[in-house]
Antibody
Framework: EVQLVESGGGLVQPGGSLRLSCAAS????????MDWVRQAPGKGLEWVAR??????????EYAASVKGRFSISRDDSKNSLDLQMNSLKTEDTAVYFC??????????????WGQGTLVTISS | DIQLTQSPSFLSASVGDRVTITCRAS??????LAWYQQKPGKAPKLLIY???TLQSGVPSRFSGSGSGTEFTLTISSLQPEDFATYYC?????????FGGGTKVEIK
């Protein structure tokens, strides 16, 4: 069974940093592209970042709203995905979901999602 | 960025109704569109990918169609467990974008 479990959320002051992690199991993690998607309270979904697999040299993509502040990384030996978030703003407050890229669609959507971890940015 | 506009944003329907949700893209995205269902407090669930391909395990009352800039998600006979918010998503070009969502509520 595919499982994605996020951790690391919490309350941080504006300008602070936080590192989220996602533990993956039940599939060959190293084969898949992996993404972070967020959802502000009561709002819709917003894609944050993607990291490709080793075959694609672990290249990354970011939403404009987080580029230069957030960094996505992975450790295939630990089946782990991370999101380092720096210079946090109040508008980064959201539930952050870890999601698996969908191989069958050519990586164009996300077929499994974690339950999310809440990040709150407030003074 | 490619904008996705869903309509309606809110829909009130009864069990057994046929429901159609539309997603319009600001530019052509071929068939690179997916649909998700999200229930309160839960993660999104992939329903349809490549505009019309049903994800494994998803009931056949869900169907998708369209290409280019206009897409639809249809639920042929609404069931109690289908009351949720539905999102479309594109990855024809980065950044990945989502529609604003359509909340389907019980009439």
């Amino acid at each position: 069974e595919v499982q994605l479990v996020e951790s690391g959320g919490g309350l941080v002051q504006p300008g602070g940093s936080l590192r989220l992690s996602c533990a993956a199991s039940g599939f060959t993690f190293s084969d898949h592209y992996m993404d972070w998607v967020r959802q502000a309270p009561g709002k819709g979904l917003e894609w944050v970042a993607r990291i490709r697999n080793k075959g694609q040299r672990y290249t990354t993509e970011y939403a404009a709203s987080v580029k230069g502040r957030f960094s996505i990384s992975r450790d295939d030996s630990k089946n782990s995905l991370d999101l380092q978030m720096n210079s946090l703003k109040t508008e980064d407050t959201a539930v952050y979901f870890c999601a698996r890229g969908h191989y069958n669609s050519g990586w164009r959507d996300l077929d499994y999602w974690g339950q999310g971890t809440l990040v709150t940015i407030s003074s | 960025d490619i904008q996705l506009t869903q309509s309606p944003s809110f829909l009130s329907a009864s069990v057994g109704d046929r429901v159609t949700i539309t997603c319009r893209a600001s530019q052509g995205i071929s068939s690179y569109l997916a649909w998700y269902q999200q229930k309160p407090g839960k993660a999104p669930k992939l329903l349809i990918y490549a505009a019309s391909t049903l994800q494994s395990g998803v009931p056949s009352r869900f169907s998708g169609s369209g290409s280019g800039t206009e897409f639809t998600l249809t639920i042929s006979s609404l069931q109690p467990e289908d009351f949720a918010t539905y999102y479309c998503q594109q990855l024809n070009t980065y950044p990945v974008t989502f529609g604003g969502g359509t909340k389907v509520e019980i009439k």
